[in-house]
């Protein structure tokens, strides 16, 4: 009897507020026309995390509630849009609005660590590289790798060095081949994935920078 006797009692109360000309609005519900992510693609580093995140057209869309589904849970997991590299092999990632279905996807690339990964055994030749890497106009913070490349191939994994108080990194790249090889460098940085430096060096088997003239390699 008591929760009828509120029912009359909230019906009344409209009522009145109809009755003095007040008109009761429902909020509209303004659904997403588009949807983008702010990653297409992604190279992640196995046990690193990176954050992809949604962006909606309208700007005032009502509900960017975002569901997430990542294709291959043993190469990558996604909670909340934050990626996982699990295990070394390509993936896809797909983001769906809530409010609207629409969605928009991203390959996920997982590499594996290159300190673990790379062998240089397999290689006759070598070169190596002295020097003072240079990222985003400041030297290279202490938790990014460097690797040397050849195409898509590792040839290569940069050591920091510290001599006479002089910082810099060592790598020492390998080949089958004596001379003509284009080697590229690249880093890997926790949270943001691959970064392309610049220079490039054609393996030659020669030393490259020395520890008062260190190369200057940046982005």
Known sequence: MKKYRMLIISLMGVAALASCGDVLEIPETIKPTEMTLDHHSLVVMEGDRIQVTSSFKPDDVTNTSVWWKMGDEN?????????????????????????????????????????????????????????????????????????????DEIRGVGIRRNRQGIEYMEIRVYSNSPLGETIRFVAYKPGTGIVNFTRTLSFDEETHGTLSNLLVISD
Not at 87 to 115: F, H, P
């Open 75 to 151: 190469v990558a997991l996604v909670t909340n849009g934050l990626v996982y590299g699990k295990k070394q092999g390509n993936t896809m990632l797909r983001a769906y609005s809530v409010l609207n279905q629409i969605s928009d996807s991203c390959s996920v690339i997982v590499i594996s660590n290159w300190e673990n990964s790379f062998r240089s055994e397999y290689y006759r030749y070598d070169m190596v590289v002295y020097a003072r890497m240079i990222l985003g106009g400041q030297p290279l913070p202490t938790d990014v790798k460097v690797a040397a490349m050849c195409g």
